[in-house]
C-alpha cells in the first residue's frame, strides 16, 4: 500500500510573552492510500496547526515530511504553491472563497489553474455542487450564499483535481444532517478511489465515518484508534441522510 502522508517528529513552536508556545510537539503521522483518518482534541491542542503543516500553508521548525513519495519540508513558498495545487485540496473553517468569483467559478478554479478546458471543468464544478445540494447557488457570489452553502462550495473546490491528500479543517460546521452526509458520502468516495482525507473536527458523527481516529492534546497525538474498515461508515451516511430530512 503507498504511502501519501510521512511525519516524523514535526515540531512548530509559536512566540508567547515569556516563553515559546509548542503547537505541533515531535508529531508521528503515517497515511496510506485511500485512508480517512479524523482528527479530535480540544479547542487549542494543535489540530489545526498540524493541518496547515502538512499542506504547507505553515512551516514546521523541525521535522521530516513527505507527501505522495515527495519530500515536501524544504520546499520553497512558490514550490509548494506548485505542489498543493497539484496533490492537496484543503477546506478551510473560514472557507476562503474568492469574492470575485460565483460559486461555480470558484470551484472549477483549481482544475483551469492546471491548465484544464474551461468546458470540461464547468461540467465537473456543476456535478459537484449538484451533488452536494447547491447547484442552484452556481451563479451566486460568495456574499449571497449562507454559512452552511460556502461551506459546501469551499468542499466542492477542495476535491475538484481529485488531490491525493484532502485536507478538511471543521468541514462539516455550518451544516445541518443531511448536508453533513453528502459531504462525508462525497469524501468516502475519495477513499475508494485511493485519495486520503484527513479531518479536523469536533463532530462525533464526522469522526466515526473515518478509518482511523487520532486524539490530540497538547501538541501531541496521545492516541490511535481503528474504526474499521469503513462499511461502519456507509452505514452512518445513510442514516445521517435518512434523520436529516429534506432542506
Known sequence: ????????????????????????????????AGEFVSVMGPSGCGKSTLLHLLGGLDRADSGFLSLAGNRVDGLSESQWAVFRRQH????????????????????????????????????RAMELLERL??????????????????????????????????LADEPTGNLDSRATGQILNLLA?????????????????????????LTMRDGEIVSHTRLGDGASALGLLAELVDLGGER
Not at 147 to 154: F, T
Request: net charge neutral; aromatic share 4%; glycine share 6%.
Open 1 to 32: 500500500m503507498s504511502t501519501i502522508v510521512e511525519a516524523r517528529q514535526l515540531t512548530k513552536n509559536y512566540p508567547a510573552e515569556t516563553t515559546a508556545v509548542r503547537a505541533v510537539d515531535g508529531v508521528d503521522l503515517h497515511i496510506d
Open 88 to 123: 492537496v485540496g484543503f477546506v478551510f473553517q473560514a472557507f476562503h472563497l474568492v469574492d470575485e468569483l460565483t460559486a461555480v467559478e470558484n470551484v472549477e478554479l483549481p482544475a483551469l489553474l492546471l491548465g484544464a478546458r474551461r468546458r470540461s471543468s464547468r461540467h
Open 133 to 166: 445540494g447547491v447547484a442552484e447557488r452556481a451563479g451566486h457570489l460568495p456574499d449571497r450564499l449562507s454559512g452552511g452553502e460556502k461551506q459546501r462550495v469551499a468542499v466542492a473546490r477542495a476535491v475538484m483535481n481529485e488531490p491525493a491528500l484532502v
Open 189 to 213: 468516495e475519495l477513499r475508494d478511489t485511493r485519495r486520503s482525507v484527513l479531518v479536523v473536527t469536533h463532530d462525533a458523527r464526522v469522526a466515526s465515518a473515518a478509518d482511523r481516529l
